[in-house]
């Protein structure tokens, strides 16, 4: 067997061209500054295609809604494979949840919506949706590890068309819309 050589004391201390490089070009810092929100997106359900009758709802967690959006519909790369597989022709927003100081409440709060056990009464898949949301929006923590619900600023801001919608459709099953008090609505203006 060959001695093993010794290390030379002086090289020992000295960087690598690599770490030189990561000295001088340091990993691009994500911007923490753009608030987190759970959203919900649907799709209209398409006649045409017998394999694709029911619309599509898709519940999930960003800091950039366009660009998630643009993302779901194809526009640039991206998006999930459900809404990939599921898709119709296109998605819309119906609503975003905004008041989520840390992103992972955004993501604790996502998964116990989306988890819920909560159903929903409604004449389509999005009504439902949205009632199974706000019936789980009354549980003092939609998640074991999420924050207390009324610690939250929670706001949901609506696209017009589907407050209304919603609205309708409960009125006219007599049902009474109540949101827990520590939720406020804002109308966005399209």
Same mark, same amino acid.
């Given at each position: 067997m060959a001695p093993r050589k010794k290390k030379d004391p002086k090289r020992r201390n000295k960087t690598t061209p690599k770490q030189k490089k990561r000295q001088y070009f340091p990993r691009k810092k994500v911007n923490t500054t753009k608030e987190t929100i759970v959203y919900l997106d649907t799709s209209p359900p398409c006649i045409r295609d017998a394999q694709? !009758?029911?619309?599509?709802?898709?519940?999930?967690?960003?800091?950039?809604?366009?660009? !998630?959006l643009k993302q779901h519909n194809g526009m640039?790369?991206?998006? #999930?494979?459900?809404?990939q597989r599921n898709m119709n022709e296109y998605l819309t927003n119906v609503f975003f949840i905004g008041g989520f100081?840390?992103?992972a409440d955004a993501a604790r709060y996502e998964r116990g919506l989306k988890d819920s056990s909560a159903?929903?009464?409604? #004449?389509?898949i999005l009504l439902r949706r949205?009632?199974?949301?706000?019936?789980?929006?009354?549980n003092e923590r939609v998640h074991r590890k999420a924050p207390l619900s009324k610690d939250l600023?929670?706001?949901?801001y609506w696209r017009k068309y589907y407050y209304e919608l919603y609205n309708r459709d409960c009125k006219s099953r007599d049902q009474e819309i109540k949101?827990?008090?520590?939720v406020t609505h804002k109308i966005i203006k399209e």
């Open positions: 694709y !009758r029911k619309e599509v709802t898709y519940l999930g967690i960003t800091n950039d809604l366009v660009r !998630r640039l790369k991206g998006g #999930s494979k459900y809404v100081k840390l992103r159903t929903g009464i409604g #004449s389509t949205i009632d199974k949301i706000r019936k789980t929006l009354f600023p929670i706001t949901i949101w827990p008090d520590y």
